[in-house]
């Protein structure tokens, strides 16, 4: 190694350590965000965009102030949290079951795999027409639908991972006498269970992309029937005040599966 290398290599050691440390990473994750907030609050202000399509930063936290003290900001959010968490818990539970299924069983995987990749490109809004007919505009049509936004990536993550387990491994599995529960248990589960813990935050992100959906047909609350009734009345501000809550929302609820990851891997790897 010569000595340019050597010190280049000297220099990164340092800056690599400094962006390893938690603090750092956090700290860097708000510096988009206030930036964002600066150049909206300087086109607003400056008057290059008008008031009326894009209003200031502290209007949309009026707005949100505004139905706090109406008692109606908090119902809004609570009806379309209470919808992506029933939605997310069925839609991953089946898409777990169906992951197993079609991942470990080629029956399975020739009877349920064509028929779920083609039910995979419906559009979301393309269910809601059918869910109202059958279900009418109630909780149980929203839930659906977020339930079917939540399976897909959960199933599609899983299964492949399923299917793409070390025959290796297996065969080493039951060379000690392990069949069915037991070597699912201890061979093949630990081995996905990173793919497990992925399909799950990628079904909950989902869930709430679904749940715009469902909120913005057929909805008397919900921040998805926020953005629509907004709309209508022009209200940009809390437009604006939505999708900053459902991005505040899914962020937290990312963060809650990723603490549960950590915990998880720890567990089981």
């Given at each position: 190694m010569t000595g340019?290398?050597?010190q280049?290599?000297?220099?990164?050691?340092p800056i690599?350590a400094l962006?390893a440390?938690?603090w750092?990473r956090t700290?860097?994750?708000f510096v988009?965000?206030?930036?964002?907030?600066?150049?909206w609050?300087?086109?607003?202000?400056?008057?290059?965009?008008?008031?009326?399509r894009?209003p200031?930063?502290?209007?949309v936290?009026e707005a949100g102030?505004?139905?706090?003290?109406?008692?109606e900001?908090?119902?809004?959010?609570g009806?379309?949290?209470q919808?992506v968490v029933l939605g997310?818990l069925?839609?991953?539970?089946?898409a777990?079951?169906?992951?197993?299924i079609?991942g470990?069983?080629?029956?399975g995987?020739?009877?349920?795999?064509p028929?779920?990749?083609?039910?995979?490109?419906?559009?979301?809004l393309?269910?809601?027409p059918?869910l109202?007919l059958w279900?009418?505009?109630?909780?149980?049509?929203k839930v659906t639908?977020v339930?079917?936004?939540?399976?897909f990536?959960?199933?599609?993550?899983?299964?492949d991972?399923l299917?793409h387990?070390?025959?290796?491994?297996?065969?080493a599995g039951?060379s000690?006498?392990?069949?069915?529960?037991?070597?699912?248990?201890?061979?093949?589960l630990p081995?996905v269970?990173?793919?497990v813990?992925?399909?799950?935050?990628?079904?909950l992100?989902?869930?709430w992309?679904f749940?715009?959906?469902?909120?913005?047909?057929?909805?008397?609350?919900?921040?998805?029937?926020?953005?629509?009734?907004?709309?209508?009345s022009?209200?940009v501000?809390?437009?604006?005040?939505?999708i900053?809550?459902l991005?505040l929302l899914?962020?937290l609820?990312?963060?809650?599966?990723?603490v549960?990851e950590?915990?998880v891997?720890?567990r089981w790897?």
């Open positions: 340019d290398t050597a280049a290599t000297g220099t990164q050691r690599v962006w440390r938690p750092v700290a860097a994750g988009v965000p206030i930036v964002v907030l600066a150049a609050q300087y086109v607003t202000a400056s008057g290059i965009v008008p008031v009326y894009l200031q930063p502290w209007a936290v102030v505004e139905l706090y003290e109406r008692g900001l908090w119902g809004e959010i009806i379309s949290v919808r997310f069925f839609g991953s539970l089946i777990l079951a169906f992951a197993a079609v470990l069983s080629k029956p995987r020739a009877l349920f795999a028929t779920l990749v083609a039910l995979r490109a419906v559009p979301s393309a269910w809601v059918l109202i279900m009418q505009v109630g909780e149980e049509s639908l339930a079917i936004g939540a399976f990536p959960v199933y599609t993550t899983v299964a991972a299917g387990v070390s025959p290796q491994l297996v065969e039951r000690f006498g392990l069949r069915g529960w037991s070597l699912f248990r201890t061979v093949q081995a269970i990173p793919s813990m992925s399909g799950l935050r990628l079904g992100a989902q869930a992309l749940l715009v959906a469902a909120e913005l047909i057929g909805a008397t609350m919900g921040l998805g029937f926020m953005l629509s009734d907004s709309q209508t022009g209200r501000d809390r437009i604006l005040l939505a900053v809550l991005a899914g962020t609820s990312n963060a809650i599966l990723v549960a950590k915990v891997l720890k790897m």
